[in-house]
């Protein structure tokens, strides 16, 4: 089956700077890439998502890249503010398990003013 | 657009008794529907996948006799946690695919269950 490792666990940077977070999948017929921000005790929502006939995706401060070879793909959120202080969580879906996620272990991102 | 609830938000019951988790698509049809189990500070676990009109497809580990799922209508699914004891207690989470909508899962905003 699938297997979804996400690094790191816990990222703190200073407001303005750049945060990246990582996942790395095994399955090669891994075809959807979404990434979602869970804030404590909400539900998690969709920020950005990335199908596997694309390498880069952009949407103004997060982007999410894409590397089928080496089977990873990364989170960038430039810029950042307090407000996207939250736990991220990336996931994977395979063709032959349409619909169904696999997520990683998530990041707890922290954003000090 | 893409909206989903869960009623109840939070449950508190007594060791033994059954509850009963409601997730509905507001504004959308969704034909799939899945149920995710989230301790604290954990990620999501899948325990199974609901289908309108059939039965659900469970997770390996997941007892299907205990998490009770029902989906009778392309806008409701139901989980029930039958006789629940403590260590049922966590957060628990569904989402939905829109009917023709593509991979995007829409999520409800959780169940908080604590089970004395």
């Known amino acids: 089956g699938e297997n979804v490792e996400q690094h790191p666990s816990t990222l703190s940077v200073q407001e303005g700077d750049s945060a990246v977070i990582k996942c790395t999948y095994s399955d090669s017929a891994s075809n959807y890439f979404p990434w979602y921000k869970q804030e404590l005790g909400k539900r998690p929502q969709l920020i950005i998502d990335i199908r596997s006939n694309v390498g880069e995706k952009k949407d103004q401060r997060i982007a999410v890249t894409l590397n089928k070879t080496a089977k990873h793909f990364s989170l960038h959120i430039t810029e950042t503010q307090p407000e996207d202080s939250a736990v991220y969580f990336c996931a994977v879906m395979t063709t032959d398990s349409w619909g169904k996620l696999q997520f990683g272990a998530g990041t707890q991102v922290v954003v000090t003013p | 657009g893409a909206v989903v609830s869960q009623h109840p938000s939070r449950v508190i019951c007594k060791s033994g008794t059954s509850v009963k988790i409601e997730c509905r698509s507001l504004?959308?049809?969704?034909?799939?529907m899945f149920w995710y189990r989230q301790f604290p500070k954990k990620s999501l676990m899948l325990m199974a996948t609901?289908?309108?009109?059939?039965?659900?497809?469970?997770e390996q580990g997941v007892e299907k006799d205990k998490f009770l799922i029902n989906h009778a209508s392309l806008t409701l699914s139901t989980l029930t946690v039958t006789s629940a004891h403590p260590e049922d207690s966590s957060f628990y989470i569904c989402?939905?695919?829109?009917?023709?909508?593509?991979?995007?899962?829409?999520f409800g905003p959780g169940t908080r269950l604590l089970v004395l």
């Open positions: 989402s939905a695919l829109r009917l023709a909508g593509g991979e995007t899962q829409y």
């Open positions: 609901s289908n309108e009109g059939s039965k659900a497809t469970y």
């Open positions: 504004d959308f049809q969704a034909t799939t």
